[in-house]
């Protein structure tokens, strides 16, 4: 395991990347659809949570000073953006010339 706090901001955030966001990740094409606005709130939360034990920010600081030294916006800001992003990358292993997923196809515009 990697000692978060002994690293540089970048890897930092790539740990985050890495470790942490793939598990909202995960089905966000399903389930980004029907969001409540407190799940999103709790989602950002364990962002800022995690930038301010790497800052060592006090718990009671503002989530906008966290947003400002780790150089990121809300995690849902990013999810929500485009859910479908990872399924552009899906490698079926097999040709299927002329088709695409529909989800894919249909993505919402930016």
Known sequence: MTPVLDVNAQL???LFNVYIQ???D???AIWTSSVSSKAKENMNIVQV???KRYFQVPK???KDVTYLLSGTTPLTERMFKN???QLQSINLS???NGYQLNLVRNKPAP
Request: glycine residues 0%; neutral net charge; hydrophobic residues 40%.
């Open 12 to 14: 930092a955030e790539e």
């Open 22 to 24: 793939p598990v909202y």
């Open 26 to 28: 995960y089905c966000a």
């Open 49 to 51: 949570k995690y930038w």
């Open 60 to 62: 009671w600081a503002s």
């Open 83 to 85: 859910p479908t992003k």
């Open 94 to 96: 097999i040709n299927l």
